[in-house]
């Protein structure tokens, strides 16, 4: 199985929130969603982009819990807490850079994006990436990235894959909007 | 604090001796404490080591064995810096008023898996508190903390910490229950067990993210134990004993192993889960102190000191989060975290802009 | 017979990917109940229960690729919905109309009983043109021709007309003004993100056809070029190459004024022109007024970005023009189809592949729904009931002579006109909810109340449903089987995935036994399943411009869908329209149409000095009688409000999130204000999904297009007031 990667192309979001609503449909969600959309400035345009767990290599939010909940799959998916084991101090909400990781309080439990782990573990897309409708989530491999970067041909500091402008290495990649820039027009 | 208490046992030898230079690691010393305790409450218990029931004495084994299992996993555990912070700082708390509330909300009745839903909820009492009336009764009564003495006039009498406690009638009420006790434990157990087994056959969550050996295991060797433990009772009762002392012996054998692998597996959230009073008491204890206002939009998030001790156990790890905007990111409240992060992406001061973030917990 | 391969094009998007597949589930591959696109989807059945429990992407459907948006992901959310009819329902009451109350629960027999009984001695009474039929077009080809069938056969009215009339009426005759044939896209999907230039008006195409936005993207990736005209800028504007910020309503100068300048520079294909077209020098005449600034004078655009847009259109080897209700939704919004549809032929960027001209369509069936005789004019196979012959061939297959088929109706909107005026006392309304959806509501609910009887269908008690005696249940999408045309002209199939919930019925079944007890059983007795319904359609529209005789069943399955014309067992379907340069006007030549500009019905003027135009948001489908119940599309859009420029704001002195009331000549409602740049400042925007005292359309103006008899929803002229009371929960 060719290890594929969840790749966040922002400029291509059009905010129509299907990533939530999937992320809902999926098998371990308990009909809640687990990421994010902003509008980018609300009071001036329509631009929005998702904001996604973005499976970090070392991630803050497993380093910080108390009670070794979090667990890391070997795809590198950072799971959401065992239910069993966490002990909801809440350290990983405030560890994580992105704040990401939701807290129930009812159920005195953290719950996080796990990439879908029933379908990625077996090399199919997430919900969300399976069904994004403006190719904004994309799951793909090493060699497409590569090819993306290729086709874009940015060196103006658009193209991105973790750093700098994340806080650490992740699994998934993150493309800034603006790649259109190094696009060469047909005519 | 912690730097100095390494530091006073690392130079302990040039300073003054403490109980701790006794022992190799402190593994070693909670293992010698504990396995003292009990041989001292043993010797109370039974009048001098008079009334022990030998039967048991595989048990006995195997409770050592638990203990050090317990131990090993329990302080590597604590070592973690998070661990050992919330312990510490959750241990400090544990006699102030709020602990008992929480106590009994978390331990006894489960308040927070009753919102996860009722039949997880109550699949979890029977288990939980299966186990633990069978503890309460089985332990005991190894250690031979507790016994009953038969006299000639149908009385049992109950001796407890080798005094006896009190006189009940054979054939009465209490009696009954003394010697269901197990009985009635099993049984619920078996329901709890049943209906966790079928919840994770049906529901697609609990399948998806399933280990069989992690999830199921535990599982099985619960069922396995009541169902051993109550074919002795109807063995005794309606085979007159037959083939009982094998039975026994498979009995004996599965607690031994489930009490073995305690530790290492999913069951160890038992010995654990007091950790959530305590991580309870540190943020409420904390919150009430002082609370953090966000670095952008000012609401209060968090306690100050959760707020830095996250970021020291960050530190520990080398993962620091410092802005060249001149704060920590975990300053941050979530939402205003987040418009940062999209305000890094796209160069927009998103996080500025006064506006209620979008509903972002629609439910499907 | 040509060899064509009958395989569907598989893109770079098609991806071979395993679906999930979960113990006692089964997965039934169907499409979405929404918008047009049609997007593919597996419903995940309980084979133990046997009852729809979710939703899996159908990676495998060519079009969409498992891409669906968020009312598509929690379609199936409306099946086992606890606000399901599942019972007949009577009100005795007549004086509870309007309102939720007084129904009862009753038997189908009861049901049917009164129905027969009130339309009978209605029509004994007042003739049999006294009876109406309201339909819809967001259920299968089947239905929508049996509800043809059932107006002009079994209750014998001339009165049947459908809500495609609030949707694709324009674009349906605009094309046949054009092209002489209706067929919504000239080209398949698949194509679209190969062109180079693509042309968009009065589409918000990333909230209306999410999944459309991939294929548009990827034009741009490819380094082609994005025009958008819309008078907000929409996610899709926002990306857009070149934003053509038009005022509502002023399309028709935006589409003369490019024509002008691709003639004037030379983009003219002399000789396709020539030959496969006809009213082009009239056409040239009457354009050359709309030079850029008398464009840019009447539109509000600026002139440089006239100018580039054309040029971008006339250069680029392959473009598309796309339209839909922005433009569509006028009363001149045939003009303005035919307009748009001006810069393919004068340029030649039609008839071939990757170039050509789309609508998008609105309604999940709106192409198929409007082609097989739910329109008051309209017969099966886009026939027309006014033309003797074409009577003839459809009385044929019905069995009936031509002196039984009824005249030609009136359309949608002049029926709530007819009930006013008492000519039509009895409605059956199915699949549609004109009690939100049609303009001028204030006029429209009193029509509706003035009924003497009023049978609804629906699977939910709509804002429509209030106005009915009678209520019967019919089913959701997945309840039932047939075939359904998406946007692009394909006919694909909806496959049944759960038994009807309680004691619901499909449509055409309500209808077959309703007939049987108005004493039609012979004309509709031997229609015992979808697919009997499905084959006696087929015979119907074999020979129509429509044909989809040639569809099977069978042969939707095995090609990823046929697009009609279908004309036989051997023919595979004709995904690109015109290759042989063969228009459908009886000359085989296309139709320039010269189009004189005419401003809105209403124009903003001291009184009302805004523009109002309305649309969709992503998350409800139009009246929003199915989406408003799914929880995560009510969570994310609620309630309506209404955008607003902040320097317009600023002028009325009103917040964001404040409270105000927006009134036209028509009507008033109150909505909360959403300030936003993404908005001309002498325009406000209002969605509208929503019903009772939040619908927009109490404001809308019900001026119709002279031909299609679309209202004009996109533009009218409204004035805001603040209120006293400061940002109301």
């Known amino acids: 199985m060719v290890k594929k990667r969840l790749y966040l192309e922002l400029e291509n979001c059009i905010g129509c929130r299907s990533c939530l609503a999937a992320c809902t449909q999926c098998g371990g969600h308990e009909q809640r969603n687990r990421n994010y959309v902003y509008d980018v400035n609300p009071l001036v345009n329509r631009q929005t982009m998702p904001l996604m767990c973005l499976h970090c290599v070392n991630p803050a939010c497993a380093r910080s819990c108390p009670a070794q909940a979090i667990q890391i799959h070997e795809t590198g998916a950072v799971l959401s807490a065992l239910v069993e084991k966490c002990i909801g101090c809440q350290n990983c909400t405030i560890a994580c850079p992105y704040g990401i990781p939701k807290f129930d309080t009812e159920q005195n439990l953290m719950y996080k994006c796990d990439l879908c782990i029933d379908r990625t573990k077996d090399g199919i897309p997430p919900m969300c990436a399976s069904v994004c409708p403006s190719n904004t989530l994309q799951w793909l491999t090493d060699e497409e990235i590569e090819a993306k970067q290729k086709q874009f041909n940015l060196d103006n500091g658009k193209w991105v894959t973790s750093m700098p402008y994340l806080e650490g290495e992740t699994n998934v990649r993150v493309n800034l909007p603006g790649i259109l820039q190094g696009v060469t027009k047909l005519f | ?364 | 017979m040509q060899e064509v391969n009958v395989k569907p094009k598989r893109d770079q998007f098609f991806k071979e990917i395993e679906n999930v597949h979960h113990p006692n589930e089964k997965l039934v591959k169907t499409h979405c109940s929404y918008c047009g696109m049609q997007c593919g989807m597996n419903l995940r059945v309980d084979t133990r229960t046997n009852k729809i429990i979710g939703v899996e992407p159908r990676y495998d459907w060519p079009v969409t690729v498992g891409k669906m948006c968020p009312k598509g992901v929690t379609a199936y959310q409306q099946t086992n919905h606890p606000d399901r009819i599942l019972r007949p329902l009577i009100r005795d009451d007549a004086s509870l109309k309007g309102t939720k109350e007084g129904f009862r629960e009753a038997s189908w027999d009861e049901a049917y009983d009164l129905i027969v009984k009130r339309f009978t001695e209605l029509q004994e009474k007042y003739g049999k043109d006294t009876l109406s039929v309201f339909s819809g077009v967001s259920m299968t080809n089947e239905k929508c021709y049996l509800t043809g069938k059932f107006a002009r056969v079994a209750l014998g009215t001339r009165y049947i007309d459908y809500n495609g009339r609030f949707c694709m009426s324009s674009a349906a005759g605009g094309f046949l003004r054009s092209f002489g044939i209706d067929r919504g896209s000239t080209l398949p999907w698949t194509d679209i993100h190969e062109t180079d230039c693509l042309f968009i008006a009065g589409s918000n195409t990333a909230e209306c056809h999410p999944t459309s936005m991939f294929r548009v993207w990827n034009v741009q990736e490819r380094g082609g070029y994005l025009i958008v005209a819309d008078p907000r800028e929409t996610p899709i504007a926002r990306r857009a190459d070149i934003h053509l910020d038009l005022r509502p309503g002023t399309d028709l100068a935006l589409a003369n004024g490019i024509l002008n300048l691709l003639i004037q520079n030379g983009y003219v294909d002399e000789e396709f022109v020539k030959n496969h077209t006809n009213g082009f020098e009239e056409t040239k005449e009457l354009v050359k007024e709309f030079t850029p600034e008398y464009t840019s004078e009447i539109t509000g655009i600026a002139q440089e970005k006239i100018i580039r847009a054309a040029e971008i259109y006339g250069k680029a080897p392959n473009a598309v023009v796309m339209f839909a209700r922005g433009v569509e939704q006028q009363h001149k919004g045939v003009d303005n189809v035919s307009a748009y549809t001006n810069l393919a032929l004068v340029t030649g960027k039609i008839g071939r592949p990757k170039s050509g001209v789309a609508t998008f369509t609105g309604q999940g069936n709106g192409q198929g729904g409007r082609e097989h005789g739910q329109k008051s004019d309209l017969l099966p196979g886009y026939r027309k009931i006014t033309n003797p012959k074409h009577v003839e061939e459809v009385c044929k297959v019905w069995g009936i002579t031509p002196e039984e088929m009824p005249q030609a109706g009136v359309s949608a909107y002049e029926m709530f006109e007819l009930m006013e005026q008492k000519t039509i006392r009895g409605l059956y309304l199915l699949c549609s909810n004109p009690a939100v959806s049609a303009p001028n509501q204030n006029f429209v609910r009193k029509a509706l109340k003035s009924l003497d009887f009023m049978v609804c269908a629906d699977f939910y008690l709509s804002e429509s449903a209030e106005f009915a005696d009678v209520i019967l249940p019919s089913v959701t999408w997945s309840e039932d089987e047939g075939t359904v045309t998406n946007l692009e002209g394909r006919i694909i199939k909806i496959n049944k995935a759960q038994e009807p919930l309680g004691e619901s019925k499909p449509d055409w079944l309500m209808q077959v036994e309703l007939a049987e007890r108005l004493g039609k059983g012979k004309y509709f007795s031997h229609l015992k399943t979808a697919k009997d319904v499905a084959e006696e359609f087929r015979l119907a529209s074999k020979g129509g411009y429509a044909d989809y005789y040639g569809a099977t069943w069978d042969k939707i399955e095995k090609q990823d869908g046929v697009f009609w014309p279908c004309r036989d067992e051997n023919d595979p379907g004709t995904p690109h329209m015109f290759l042989d340069k063969k228009f459908y006007h009886p000359d085989g030549k296309a139709k320039i149409c010269a189009l004189p500009y005419r401003p809105p019905a209403e124009e903003p003027d001291a009184e009302y000095p805004l523009r109002l135009t309305t649309g969709r948001v992503v998350f409800h489908y139009l009246s929003g009688n199915q989406t408003r119940r799914i929880q995560f599309l009510r969570d994310m859009c609620p309630e309506p409000y209404v955008e607003v420029h902040p320097e317009t704001a600023a002028k009325y002195n009103i917040e964001h999130e404040e409270v105000v009331r927006l009134y036209t000549r028509r009507g008033e409602a109150k909505y909360k204000v959403k300030i936003t740049e993404a908005i001309r400042k002498d325009t406000v925007f209002v969605p509208y999904h929503f019903g009772h005292e939040e619908s927009i359309n109490l404001l809308t103006n019900a001026a119709l297009d002279p031909i299609s008899r679309m209202p004009e929803f996109k533009a009218c002229a409204a004035q805001i007031e603040k209120l006293s009371m400061k940002k109301v929960q």
């Open chain 2, 1 to 364: 604090m912690q730097a100095t208490n390494k530091m006073q046992m690392n130079s302990a030898s040039t300073k003054k001796s403490t109980i701790n230079d006794a022992f190799a690691s402190k593994f070693a010393k909670s293992m010698f404490l504990t396995v003292l305790g009990i041989a001292v409450l043993m010797f109370i218990g039974t009048r001098m080591f008079t009334h022990i029931d030998l039967n048991l004495y595989g048990y006995m084994v195997g409770t050592i064995v638990f203990l050090g299992g317990f131990f090993y996993r329990f302080i590597a555990w604590g070592e973690r810096p998070p661990t050992k912070i919330i312990l510490k700082k959750g241990l400090k708390l544990v006699f102030s008023k709020r602990t008992a509330k929480t106590a009994v909300s978390h331990l006894a009745i489960y308040d927070f898996i009753k919102k996860r839903g009722f039949y997880r909820w109550m699949q979890h009492v029977l288990i939980g508190w299966g186990c633990i009336l069978a503890c309460l009764v089985t332990f005991p009564l190894v250690f031979s903390w507790m016994y009953f003495t038969m006299d000639d006039n149908g009385y049992y009498t109950v001796v407890v910490m080798g005094m006896d406690l009190l006189e009940i009638k054979a054939d009465g009420i209490i009696a009954w229950f003394s010697y269901n006790a197990l009985n009635i434990s099993a049984i619920m157990v078996i329901a709890g067990v049943c209906m966790a087994l079928y919840r994770r056959a049906k529901n697609m969550q609990a399948r998806a993210e399933q280990k069989f050996i992690y999830d199921l295991m535990p599982l099985y060797l619960l069922l396995f134990i009541s169902i051993t433990g109550l074919l002795l009772t109807i063995q005794n009762v309606f085979l007159h004993g037959w083939m009982q002392p094998q039975m026994s012996l498979i009995h004996q054998f599965s607690v031994i192993l489930t009490l073995i692998y305690l530790p290492f597996g999913k069951l160890a959230h038992i010995p654990f889960r007091p950790m959530s009073v305590l991580a309870r008491n540190y943020r409420e204890h904390y919150g009430e102190q002082n609370m953090k206002a966000c670095k952008v939009c000012g609401d209060h998030f968090v306690s100050v000191e959760q707020s830095n001790d996250v970021i020291h156990v960050l530190g520990v790890n080398h993962i620091e989060f410092n802005m060249e905007d001149g704060f920590n990111l975990a300053e941050l409240c979530l939402p205003c975290r987040r418009k940062y992060r999209i305000s890094r992406f796209s160069g927009v001061p998103t996080h500025q802009v006064k506006v209620k973030e979008a509903n972002q917990n629609a439910r499907g």
